[in-house]
């Protein structure tokens, strides 16, 4: 077995799991075709360390626990076409089927784990060191492998029924077409959007299969919901298993990506955002960061699929192969020049800045972006916990907290040199009109984005000193905020009349508001150097 540290050095166990579920699965699930069909499987370093963080077991787990002994509720892995999701899925769902997946005390040292107790006749046995977790099988295994077609499901069903047919399962169960059969009363189901009547069933185990296709279209956001809460209600836990998905589309994978949750185990590696999918060299260096660990794949053949797909649809190619999360259409500004200009900065107290706002309620978010004279943008922070000036109103029970930024922006016009502040007035007309009060008209202006020839000459203000390099003379840089690179990732360019644009959503429920501030920043930035103000003192009157 390779061990997970062999990949890279983030592959350290150093945690209790089920070291028996790896060991099982390499004697009981052979390498299901190709040249090597029969053969003895060996898991990959990244299929490794995903299998025993998926069984880590909480140091507190107890005899009797089923879900909860275990550190993940459920899992998801992205990873780009031809890793091996498939097989390593089916030798996941076999397991959960018949193998020692469920926590059955600590050992003293010496126990044995043999497949005879459980009806298998390989004469395969583990012997557990003293401290290490024990498995069981599940007594009565229910199982739903799910994925959005026939076509998709197929690929790990495929390798599933082979491994049982060539392994020694196939004395254990019998594979149909449609389901296959555990023994007397266990059965793993294949559940497709054409075959949704299986669901409600009890279950103790569900595979998600390529959730990034997962959305409130084709109904199948409510069949993983309702799997999630059928395996929850016996104690049973879930997997995804998906490439890199369109954030336009709000999928299942989309979704457990930005999910909270701390008891989701994720595995989704990515080369560094500042490299280019368009460009080859940097191309062959992303495949080469996402393909490691799978030591099958031809990196050339790779390269070939994804030039070819980029011909039609580059958004495509960067999904499959480069495991990224990018829409459809092409973004307003590319989010690998973005990162490249990211040199996170301490900014000092009393720094002569400029300030971006925009504001909304209840659906959108509010934000502020700050940018220093020689041009390095960031997001500010409020308060005793420092922060960040970006509100969600999800966060705050629907609806953004306005005494909250009221009192940010106060205690950034305390704690800078703000000489500008541009504010997109809708929704804070009267806030806006108390900062003009109390700060000054010519500090704070209002500065409305609804404003198609001035907001147009705005975004290509900041485009065009993303995009050019620093020897042409800009020197724009910020702070690599992971929310303004998101929802910049999520603006597109709306055409309207003579050559112009606005930004808009890729989708409904993308968000795209944290650019706006930075947009907003930058112009005022440049507004304030064309007006001479960038090096003046200038002296503030703070209203009580």
Not at 107 to 126: Q, V
Not at 487 to 514: F, M
Request: proline share 6%.
């Amino acid at each position: 077995m390779a061990k997970a540290s062999d990949a890279a050095a983030e592959f350290v166990v150093d945690f209790p799991t089920l070291w028996v579920v790896p060991y099982w699965i390499e004697a009981h699930c052979p390498v299901p075709d190709g040249f090597r069909a029969g053969e003895d499987l060996e898991l990959y370093p990244w299929q490794l360390w995903c299998t025993v963080n998926h069984y880590r077991v909480r140091p507190t787990a107890r005899v009797g626990q089923l879900a909860p002994a275990f550190h993940y509720r459920r899992s998801q892995v992205v990873a780009p076409q031809k890793t091996g999701k498939g097989p390593w899925s089916a030798t996941i769902v076999l397991a959960e089927a018949a193998g020692p997946v469920v926590f059955d005390g600590w050992a003293r040292g010496g126990e044995r784990y043999r497949c005879a107790d459980h009806g298998c006749s390989c004469g395969w046995w583990y012997e557990y060191e003293a401290g290490e977790p024990m498995g069981t099988p599940w007594p009565t295994p229910l199982i739903q492998l799910t994925a959005t077609s026939e076509d998709q499901v197929a690929n790990v069903y495929r390798p599933l029924k082979s491994m049982v047919k060539r392994g020694h399962l196939a004395g254990l169960m019998t594979a149909g077409e449609e389901f296959t059969r555990v023994g007397d009363d266990g059965r793993i189901d294949v559940v497709t959007s054409s075959a949704l009547s299986r669901l409600g069933n009890p279950i103790v185990f569900a595979l998600q299969d390529e959730t990034g296709l997962y959305t409130e279209a084709n109904k199948l956001r409510r069949v993983a919901e309702t799997q999630r809460r059928g395996a929850a209600g016996m104690g049973g836990r879930s997997m995804e298993t998906t490439n890199g998905w369109d954030p336009s589309e709000d999928s299942v994978a989309q979704r457990t990506s930005e999910a909270k949750a701390k008891d989701i185990f994720r595995y989704h590696p990515q080369a560094p955002k500042t490299l280019s999918y368009r460009n080859k060299r940097e191309r062959r260096k992303i495949h080469a960061v996402v393909y490691a660990g799978s030591a099958h794949v031809d990196l050339d053949a790779i390269e070939a699929e994804a030039a070819e797909i980029m011909e039609k649809d580059e958004a495509q190619a960067e999904r499959f192969f480069g495991n990224r999360c990018v829409a459809g259409s092409g973004s307003w500004l590319d989010g690998a020049r973005w990162a490249a200009k990211a040199k996170p900065r301490r900014v000092l107290p009393m720094t002569r800045i400029v300030l971006g706002f925009d504001g909304s309620d209840v659906d959108d978010w509010t934000a502020i972006r700050a940018e220093t004279m020689d041009g390095y943008q960031f997001t500010p922070v409020y308060g005793d916990e420092d922060e960040p000036t970006i509100w969600n109103p999800a966060d705050f029970d629907g609806q953004v907290p306005r005494a909250e930024v009221r009192a940010a922006v106060d205690q950034l016009m305390r704690r800078y040199d703000v000489v500008r502040l541009y504010a997109d007035p809708p929704y804070w007309d009267t806030e806006v009109d108390e900062w003009v009060d109390k700060y000054g008209e010519e500090r704070v202006i209002r500065w409305h984005t609804r404003r198609i020839i001035a907001m147009h000459a705005a975004c290509e203000r900041l485009k065009t000193d993303v995009l050019k390099r620093n020897s042409e003379g800009a020197s724009f840089t910020h702070d690599g905020c992971e929310i303004t690179a998101a929802h910049l990732a999520n603006a597109r360019a709306a055409a309207r009349p003579s050559d112009r644009y606005v930004l808009r959503k890729a989708s409904p429920t993308q968000k795209i508001d944290a650019v706006i501030p930075s947009i907003l920043a930058h112009e005022a930035l440049g507004d304030v150097i064309a007006a001479g103000l960038a090096e003046r003192e200038v002296s503030y009157y703070y209203g009580s």
